[in-house]
Antibody, heavy 121, light 108 residues
């Protein structure tokens, strides 16, 4: 079955970086874009950015530009999202989600299970 | 940035009743680029509607979406017990692909 499996819980100090992985299975990895979305405790969903898995092109929310990097390894069917210069406000559950499209977004039809990142000294 | 506003914030209804959820955008959103999601506590969101009115795979036909421009609606024709959750709209018309604040549908 189609699924996205994310890496496990992370606890980081302020100022550190974190890299979350998202392994896809059950479909052709390069045929769909992937988004990253986060949700702080009790808050709304927040879109961070996405990657055209076919050609590697990325687009980021201006809020995260320069601090977030999304990449992919097509040989491993895995996408990655790295956040640098972590602060307490980055404490959240981070999700990867597959888009139904590749070049244009339509909706996120498959989601990872979420990765909890806690930033605390 | 397109700001999405959802109303009401909370909707208290009984099973079998009809739920009507609103999503209003600060700028016009092409209809192809409006989606609705359901999220239950401790779970990832689930795609319900894309393109403003198309049901995602496996979504029951009691869920329907409508609207265009700046005003969109999600309707649940007859609430079932598993439908009590938080519902988010999201626009893909322009980056960043913002979400609304959500509408919580709870049991009256």
């Amino acid at each position: 079955q189609v699924q996205l499996v994310q890496s496990g819980t992370e606890v980081k100090n302020p100022g550190a970086s974190v890299k979350v992985s998202c392994k896809a299975s059950g479909y052709t990895f390069t045929r769909n874009a992937l988004h990253w979305v986060r949700q702080a405790p009790g808050q709304r969903l927040e879109w961070m950015g996405w990657i055209n898995v076919g050609n590697g092109n990325t687009k980021y929310s201006q809020k995260f530009q320069g601090r977030v990097t999304i990449t992919r390894d097509t040989s491993a069917s895995t996408a990655y999202m790295e956040v640098s210069s972590l602060r307490s406000e980055d404490t959240a559950v981070y999700y990867c989600a597959r888009d139904m499209g590749l070049r244009f977004p339509y909706g996120m039809d498959v989601w990872g299970q979420g990765t909890t990142v806690t930033v605390s000294s | 940035e397109i700001v999405l506003t959802q109303s009401p914030g909370t909707l208290s209804l009984s099973p079998g009743e009809r739920a009507t959820l609103s999503c209003r955008a600060s700028q016009s959103v092409p209809s192809n680029y409006l989606a609705w999601y359901q999220q239950k506590p401790g779970q990832a969101p689930r795609l319900l509607i894309y393109g403003a009115s198309s049901r995602a795979t496996g979504i029951p036909d009691r869920f329907s979406g409508s609207g265009s421009g700046t005003d969109f609606t999600l309707t649940i024709s007859r609430l079932e017990s598993e439908d009590f959750a938080v519902y988010y709209c999201q626009q893909f018309g322009s980056s960043p692909f913002t979400f609304g604040p959500g509408t919580k549908v709870d049991i009256k």
